[in-house]
Nanobody, 119 residues
Framework: QVQLVESGGGLVQAGGSLRLSCAASGSTLRLNAMGWYRQAPGKQRELVAITDDRRSTAYADSVQGRFTISRDYAKNTVYLQMNSLKPEDTAVYYC?????????????WGQGTQVTVSS
């Protein structure tokens, strides 16, 4: 079992920055990918950024060039540096981790952290 704990959310003015962290514990021997999703009120959860164990990264078009995902393998932690924040970035941000167990892909979620961007 994998446990994910997010931190770093909060209230920030438009144009500001925040850094989210997600620490993984438990069966973290092989986490094939880690990423961030977000869900705004009344909207579906959407992928924000993801990084895999080949250190490849991918971003949603809406955050490309403003957000950066990184992973510290020694600390089993993934980060999301968010710059030039916009009010439309307001959402609950969830950390996600994927691993393969017995040939099946398992998805693990954190509890979420609120990010609010004021105009």
């Amino acid at each position: 079992q994998v446990q994910l704990v997010e931190s770093g959310g909060g209230l920030v003015q438009a144009g500001g920055s925040l850094r989210l962290s997600c620490a993984a514990s438990g069966s973290t021997l092989r986490l094939n990918a880690m990423g961030w999703y977000r869900q705004a009120p009344g909207k579906q959860r959407e992928l924000v950024a993801i990084t895999d164990d080949r250190r490849s990264t991918a971003y949603a078009d809406s955050v490309q060039g403003r957000f950066t995902i990184s992973r510290d393998y020694a600390k089993n932690t993934v980060y999301l540096q968010m710059n030039s924040l916009k009010p439309e970035d307001t959402a609950v941000y969830y950390c996600n981790a994927l691993n393969v167990v017995g040939g099946s892909v398992r998805s693990h979620w954190g509890q979420g952290t609120q990010v609010t961007v004021s105009s």
